[in-house]
């Protein structure tokens, strides 16, 4: 399918062939008609991706920060890596379309293939010829909607919002700074309930549009006394509420909202403005109530209501950002407001990096800009060939399936180059575009949506999995059972079920003379201090501790979701306890955990005791409730008068009877280079996986363990 990207470190745009989007639970596959593009949201994220490095800094402050901080803690390798992944990619655009439902994932419920849908969502209603929506961000329309209309979806529910923040009433005023797209849309919607509209703007070309369409009364801001005039058209009281709907660095739209409100008024930000507002009108002489807009309605940045489908009850919550859709579609099919005169250019898919030209530069009056689809293509999915790439024999021949940060960042830079024993064939991840970025920056011969193209092919005889940890079981049985070596980045899974299912795989490819290489991506035992580490400690028991400053994740972040991420115990912890059946080489037998307690449950400062089958003893300290500033992780372990000190994978530092000796790093080293490249040798000629199936499975068991422990307060025996 054809689909609209834009490099973000240049600020290039183009139309590039990548794969149908992967269809997940709970999502619909919907073939665009139209969709809209945001003039302001959009049009500010073209501007910035054009401008030099130091331009994006500055509009970027945050983000700078943060590189910043990689640079301190890691070094200038991962920092570049991290820096110019973001760069190089092409990333899509679009969040507002509209076209029909083609296909459907499990869970679906109240849609059906051929249905008309107006789909929403920053990653997923893009400029493109298909797009995998969840559920509750797209809402069915009537079988004979216009499309065209429709696909002003996103915007109309966050004008709709808006409206329902500013609580209005059947007579009272409203006045709405900014006169864009959303602003439209607010005064359209406002006028349809009754409410009387006086509109604002900076553009007299907007103004003069809301004049004609959808406010009672507009004015260019720069023009004298508009002020006096709203005084004098609400009887000397002011409005009722203030919806500000612009996009601007200034102070003047939260201000004079204050000058035009009424006492006890309301002022809503939907708009991206600066809320550094004068305290005069706001605490002193109106007490005015400011309230900002969440977005579509509530529910949106929900990971259960979005991704998971779990609705709010409407007798608690009247209006989620789905129900503002499916009202804002009402108003707009049953004709209590015309959108029409909003798009003033339509654009084929084909043409629509001009439409971005024309907004960037200006060039002629637009208001809203829709693309178009060519919905006669045909209808294909499967593998995209990436251009150059030649076919190679390797005896190792390599697929990737998912390809986020971490794989990006490390696991494929450290893919041995290509050579006649390993051969880079295919990448599937959830989106085309990461998968089409990912095959032609790192040599692969195909990217594709389809899990038949990797798992049914015979040139592909090893797996990387590097997909969110809900799916590894799933991913790791499916490639064991179609005969693939498997390298899957920690968790290996999240469930005991699934742990029995790959053991008794494992058994069966053993079994029938055809033994897999099953690896986890425990990358810390692989790295040059850890060896160290390890050969210099003597044979028998030993006290080990881990302390891992792990620091604070948002309890909505997908890691901490049981079912998706695992929980941080679960998901990363998995980590410190494979690091320490690694260093006294000794299984794990018992496990007692205790943790810092938690109004939500995250458990994520914990205390985990472990003890091993040769006796051995070791803590790990999972803290997030640390200082930024202490480094990550610290190791300690003792034995017969020995002790070893690994700090943060930079340093080592040894004691014995004489002078402590050690060695330090330029750069951080945890090991991910030389765990890829041990792995795809053991794959290429034979022996032992580097990490035997005892230890792996042991090693999950007992981060299963922690959660038991935690829970009933016991050790538990494994």
């Known amino acids: ?40 949201t959009e049009g500010s994220t073209v501007k910035t991706a054009r401008k030099s490095l130091i331009g994006k800094a500055k509009e970027r402050p945050q983000q700078v920060k943060q590189v910043l901080d990689v640079l301190r803690k890691q070094g200038p390798v ?55 929506v969840p559920r509750n961000l797209c809402v069915k329309l009537p079988a004979d909607a216009d499309l065209k209309r429709a696909c002003y979806n996103t915007l109309g529910a966050i004008a709709l919002q808006g ?90 739209p939260i201000n004079f909202a204050g000058r035009l409100a009424r006492k006890r008024g309301r002022v809503i930000v939907v708009g991206a403005v600066p809320t550094g507002f004068d305290r005069d009108p706001y605490y002193y002489r109106k007490e005015l109530d400011l ?71 200006r060039s002629e009056p637009f208001l809203g800009i829709v693309i178009r689809y060519d ?28 390809a986020g940060s971490y794989a990006q960042g490390n696991l494929l830079p450290n893919l041995p180059d290509a050579s006649e ?52 079981g799933s991913y790791v049985l499916k490639s064991l059972r179609a005969g693939k070596h498997v390298f899957v980045e920690k968790p290996l899974c999240l469930t005991e079920e699934e742990l029995v299912e790959i053991e008794a795989a494992c058994a069966e490819r053993a079994a029938a003379g055809k033994p897999a290489h099953l690896m986890v991506g425990f990358n810390r035992r692989f790295s040059p201090l850890a060896v160290d580490l390890r050969k210099s400690l003597g044979s028998g028991p030993m006290a080990m501790i881990y302390r891992v400053n792990a620091g604070s994740i948002p309890a909505d972040n997908w890691i901490q979701d049981p079912a998706i991420g695992g929980g941080r115990i679960v998901g990363e912890g998995c980590h410190f306890i494979d690091f320490l059946t690694f260093l006294c080489g000794a299984l794990p037998v018992s496990v007692h955990a205790a943790a810092i307690p938690d109004p939500q449950g995250l458990n994520d400062t914990v205390s985990i005791n472990l003890s091993f089958a040769d006796g051995s003893i070791g803590t790990v300290c999972y803290f997030a409730n640390g200082s930024k500033e202490l480094p990550k992780e610290y190791v300690e372990v003792y034995q017969a008068g020995r002790t070893g000190v690994l700090r943060d994978f930079k340093a080592i530092e040894f004691f014995n009877s004489g002078k402590p000796s050690g060695r330090k790093l330029l750069n951080q ?14 794959v290429r000629d034979g022996g032992q996986p580097p990490i035997s199936l005892s230890e792996i499975v042991a090693v999950t068991r007992a981060s299963f363990a922690v959660r038991h422990s935690l829970a009933t307060r016991q050790a538990i025996m494994l």
């Open 421 to 472: 024993s390993i051969t880079r064939r295919g990448v599937l991840t959830n989106t085309g575009t990461t998968s089409k970025r990912v095959a032609e920056r790192f040599g692969f011969e195909f990217c594709t949506s389809e899990e038949q193209d990797i798992l049914g092919s015979d040139a592909i005889n090893t797996v990387f999995i590097a997909t969110r940890h809900d799916t590894h």
């Open 291 to 361: 309230r900002m807009s969440c977005s579509y309605g509530p529910g949106r940045y929900d990971l259960d209501y979005e991704e998971k489908g779990l609705d709010y009850p409407a007798a608690y919550v009247r209006w989620t950002e789905n129900r503002n859709m499916d009202a804002f579609q009402h108003l707009v099919h049953s004709g209590r407001i015309d959108v029409d005169y909003l798009t003033t250019h339509e654009f084929p898919l084909e043409d629509a990096v001009a439409a971005y030209g024309l907004i960037v530069d």
């Open 78 to 132: 991962q920092t570049y890596r991290a820096v110019m992944k973001k760069l190089e990619a092409y990333s899509p655009l679009g969040y507002s379309s509209a076209g029909v439902v083609v296909d459907m994932g499990c869970d679906v419920e109240g849609l059906a293939i051929g249905d008309r849908v107006a789909c929403a969502g920053v990653g997923y209603a893009n400029h493109a010829e298909f797009v995998a």
């Open 163 to 252: 409206i329902r923040q500013a609580d209005l009433r059947l007579g009272e005023n409203c006045a709405v700074i900014g006169l864009g797209l959303i602003g439209q849309l607010t005064c359209l919607m406002l006028r349809a309930s009754g409410v009387r509209v006086f509109g604002i703007d900076v553009d007299s070309a907007a103004v003069a549009t809301a004049r004609a369409h959808c406010a009672d009364e507009a004015w260019a801001r720069s023009e004298p006394g508009v002020a006096e005039r709203v005084e004098e058209l609400t009887g000397g009281l002011g409005v009722d509420a203030v919806i500000i709907t612009a996009g601007t660095s200034s102070l003047d």
């Open 375 to 402: 919905i006669e293509k045909p209808f294909e999915r499967g593998r995209v060939q990436i251009a150059g790439a030649t076919a190679a024999t390797g005896k190792v021949g390599i697929a990737f399936i998912g």
């Open 1 to 40: 399918m054809d689909q609209l990207t834009q490099k973000l470190g240049s600020g290039d745009m183009k139309i590039q062939e990548v794969p149908v989007p992967l269809l997940g639970p709970g999502e619909v596959l919907v073939r665009n008609h139209y969709s809209l593009i945001s003039s302001g």
């Open 669 to 682: 080293d945890k090991g991910q280079r030389d765990m890829v490249h041990e792995f795809l040798a053991r």
